[in-house]
């Protein structure tokens, strides 16, 4: 019986990574995509093929991984990336899935391994959660490096758990930056440890006495490692410097690199934010999260969190993520803030684990013969709502990334130079061109950046043949076209429905 219980412990994740994997397989786009929120993937792949750096903040952890991914020869270099994204949610998924049954194996040895399955589900088939596993975004690693973050902190004591704690998320800062909303209850949770009957340290509230105290040596190795992880940023000066063809903000002095680090070109999108608005917000972040796992799936959430409470750290972490990246996801005012509940999420889907272990456990002490039965339930009625939500979020399908770069590719005149406005535009564009190395007689402009002097130099770099004006209170685009008469000119916009433009 006992190797039995060893055998299911290593088969069950295994069998949830590949059931996980070919789902996304099945709906994973086959190159460059716009599907699900995914225009930000044409400057991903390029920055990632060309050594180049990405739009703000640079993603310097991500763009190393995905050359990795780019390396296997297996496709495109967008599906190659693709790929990427499935593995890391896949991996997200089972981590959920360990974090559950270890919590549970203490109090619940029977059937630890049922809610740890219906977490991992509940999480890596969310709608939301799925549709970035099949693109080129960041979403997926960094709900990889939320995961890994709360197994890690809900790890047994210890100065090798602080350490890594802090390592890794200093590395998940270099994913996306929203991670940082994880920095206060990680370190605190790691620092305040349980008083032993004979531990005479003083606490630092009087309040604690009898129970808890902060760790000063812990947290202090945290905030060490927590730097020296965060220090990968230091990669985008050094790709910088070499004039890639993707290169944001070209931060090679102090300035250019914090305003690449600090996303100041979308800081407005913070500031931005109206009270009036916050009623109207904060509904769709319920519906939101209603569709993400029906009502049953939300009620067992709620009640996994609000019946079986209790102050652990799987609790309070996922307690604090759920809060802070849904009050930032509510307050950042774009249109596809939403993609920020995904660390939210993975809390929530933990929860209803829990939920399900508690009525696992209820059901079993009065008829035990129910209690698996009980837990088979949500996760049938999950799988369900994964074939409804199938074409939600299916991009295997989409070709008009590919379909519009290859058109323009093969239409632009001869040696024209190109103006270009709006993200699926301009990323497609320095997709063939720059990833590709497709029609290297044309110049490609994104006219949005023109004010900025790195963006400039850069174009310059890679077209010295163009004759560029020194001024910013120039027309750009006039000016451009005058100043290099002997080329054909193109506009390229983005609208509800993409227009082209030559002359």
């Known amino acids: 019986m006992k190797k039995l219980s060893l ?279 319920a519906v939101l999260f209603m569709s993400q796992f029906g009502l049953i799936g939300f009620i067992l959430g709620l009640t996994g969190i609000v019946v079986f409470f209790a102050p652990t750290r799987l609790h309070l972490i996922t307690l604090w993520a759920m809060v802070s990246f849904s009050v930032f996801a509510i307050i950042y005012d774009t249109s596809d803030s939403f993609v920020y509940l995904i660390p939210a999420i993975l809390s929530f889907a933990i929860w209803i684990g829990l939920a399900t272990s508690g009525l696992v456990e209820v059901v079993s002490g009065r008829l035990p013969r129910w209690g698996w039965v009980i837990g088979l339930l949500p996760l049938m009625y999950l799988f369900g709502l994964s074939i409804f939500n199938w074409h939600q979020v299916d991009a295997s399908h989409d070709q008009r990334a590919e379909m519009f770069g290859r058109e323009v590719m093969n239409s632009i005149p001869t040696h024209s130079i190109v103006f270009m406005n709006g993200d699926r535009v301009v990323f497609t564009l320095w997709y063939f061109q720059y990833a590709l190395h497709q029609r290297s007689d044309i110049v490609v402009i994104a006219t949005d950046l023109l004010p900025f002097d790195w963006y400039r130099s850069t174009l310059q770099s890679i077209y010295p043949d163009l004759v560029l004006p020194d001024s910013v209170d120039y027309p750009w685009l006039t000016v451009i076209s005058e100043a290099n008469s002997s080329r054909p000119t193109c506009y390229l916009y983005d609208a509800d429905r993409i227009k082209v433009d030559c002359r």
């Open 7 to 285: 055998a299911l412990d290593q088969l069950v994740p295994i069998l949830l990574g590949f059931g996980l994997a070919a789902i996304y397989l099945a709906t994973m786009a086959p190159g460059l995509t716009w599907a699900n929120y995914g225009t930000d993937g044409g400057d991903l792949v390029t920055a990632a093929a060309t050594g180049g750096v990405a739009h703000p903040s640079g993603y310097p952890v991500y763009l190393l991984i995905a050359q990795l991914f780019q390396l296997i020869p297996i496709g495109s270099l967008a599906y190659r990336t693709n790929l990427m994204s499935g593995v890391a949610m896949t991996s997200a998924a089972m981590i959920v899935y360990g974090n559950v049954t270890r919590f549970l194996s203490g109090t619940m040895k029977r059937s630890a391994r049922l809610p740890g399955l219906v977490a991992a589900c509940a999480f890596g088939l969310a709608p939301l959660v799925w549709s970035q596993a099949v693109i080129t975004e960041v979403y997926a690693l960094q709900a990889f490096f939320v995961a890994l973050i709360v197994y890690l902190c809900t790890s047994p004591v210890s100065l090798r758990r602080d350490r890594l704690s802090g390592f890794v998320l200093g590395l998940a800062l270099g994913t996306h930056l929203t991670t940082a909303l994880l920095i206060p209850v990680v370190l605190l949770a790691n620092a305040i440890r349980k008083r032993m009957p004979d531990d005479h340290a003083t606490p630092f509230r009087s309040s604690w006495r009898r129970g808890f105290y902060l760790n000063w040596e812990s947290l202090l190795w945290q905030i060490s490692f927590l730097l020296i992880g965060s220090l990968i940023y230091l990669i985008l000066p050094l790709r910088a410097s070499l004039h890639p063809l993707i290169n944001w903000g070209d931060p090679v002095t102090p300035q250019r690199f914090w305003w690449l680090v600090s996303g100041q070109l979308y800081q407005a999108d913070l500031s931005g934010f109206a009270i009036p608005m916050l009623w109207q917000r904060v509904q769709a972040w």
